[in-house]
């Protein structure tokens, strides 16, 4: 398939999640109307770096469907500008690309397939057995008496009375159980979402997809990563795997950095979200420019420049504050302080993830570095 793409600096877009955009430039500005009066909508996105006096484009993207736009035109000038909003859908590799006389990006791409494991063991439990194992995990049950105003006078833990599990029969196969637990998605989801209530105590489970393509993505989005370890995630055909190397990363990492310095800025417990959608969302500023933007109760080693301003605020009732490194005075994101009475929490800090950089404790067992990357014609 061929789509026109929409290349943006230290923004990854993941499936299911919502790209903002804004442009004044009338090239781009006619390529979103086109996309806009096609019958599918859709535009492909790819992350873009400057990397040794050169832009470098990602070879994986993902496609976006336009939900919502507005077109503007400033009758002085002339200048019409649009603001979209649009929804992350599938995941593509980039085959190949040219630019078109009007410099848009034409794409030719290859969607990528999500492949569901499935219970390996299944064929080999009989229906009786599909019966008695349907809770496995569930290693004992509570039998409770309560007298008659409803207070427990006694608690008795039963043990299962059949030691019959939905991994048994692994014994009939050449890998032990323990093989197969490490890729049953009911278990993988259950670590998954107690490693997120680790992170943050208000993340309750039910808010979180059940599916667990869609708990992939959802987690691909919102732990602050690089670049290189997001693409990694997005590289990745299966959702358990996706979780599974996502579990590893949030077991090695409880910082966060300055991406150019390496200093201590913000840990994995300040992490909070302030939108439904989850703690990491992209805004768009006045310049058209994206920001994938984290929210953090608490933030080290950064120092406030001007004044607070309440002008185009991302979040209604909060001025913002530019903060920087401060000791390599990189941009790191804004303090935003309550401006009303009622209005909880006070104040919290909006981070760029493209500032920051997880702090792992051994970097050198992460992915490889470069492979999703490819320098821009
Ligand atoms: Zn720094």
């Not at 323990?178 to 998605?185: F, G, L």
Request: charged share 20%; glycine share 6%.
């Amino acid at each position: 398939m061929e789509f026109p793409l929409v290349t943006l600096p230290g923004t990854i877009l993941v499936p299911g999640h919502v790209i903002p955009l804004y442009s004044h430039n009338q090239h781009e500005v006619a390529m979103l109307k086109s996309v806009v009066d096609s019958p599918h909508k859709t535009f492909g996105v790819v992350a873009l770096r400057f990397d040794q006096h050169r832009h470098i484009i990602a070879s994986i993207g993902t496609t976006a469907e336009i939900y919502s736009v507005k077109n503007e035109t400033d009758e002085a000038s002339g200048i019409s500008t649009i603001t979209v909003l649009a929804q992350g859908r599938q995941r593509f590799e980039l085959i190949e690309y040219r630019r078109t006389i009007t410099g848009v990006l034409l794409g030719k791409i290859r969607i990528l397939p999500d492949a569901e494991l499935g219970n390996a063991l299944y064929p080999l439990q009989s229906s009786a057995q599909r019966r008695l194992c349907c809770h496995s995990d569930r290693e004992e049950d509570m039998k409770v008496a309560m007298d008659s105003k409803g207070r427990i006078i006694s608690c008795v833990r039963m043990k299962p009375r059949s030691k019959l599990t939905r991994f048994s029969n692994a014994n009939l196969t050449w890998w032990p159980p323990w093989v197969y637990k490490m890729y049953d998605t009911e278990l993988v989801m259950k670590r998954i979402k107690t490693a997120l209530q680790k992170w943050d105590d208000k993340l309750h489970p039910q808010k979180l997809p059940s599916d667990a393509t869609k708990l992939s993505y959802w987690v691909t989005q919102n732990i602050p990563l690089d670049d290189t370890l997001k693409l990694h995630l997005l590289s990745i055909n299966s959702p358990i795997q996706r979780l599974r190397c996502a579990l590893g990363i949030m077991d090695k990492c409880s910082v966060f950095c300055c991406q150019h310095c390496n200093k201590d800025i913000t840990g994995m417990s300040s992490i909070f979200s302030m939108s439904v959608s989850g703690p990491l969302s992209a805004y768009v500023n006045p310049g058209g420019h994206v920001h994938e933007t984290v929210t953090v109760h608490e933030a080290h080693n950064l120092s406030l420049q001007g004044r607070p301003s309440t002008e185009h605020s991302w979040f209604p009732g909060y001025a913002w504050t530019i903060a920087q490194c401060r000791h390599c005075y990189s941009h790191m994101g804004w303090k935003f302080t309550a401006t009303r009475k009622e209005l909880q929490p006070r104040k919290f800090w909006g981070l760029c993830r493209s500032s920051l950089v997880p702090g792992m404790a051994d970097l050198n067992e992460g992915p490889e570095q470069e492979s999703s990357w490819t320098p821009v014609m």
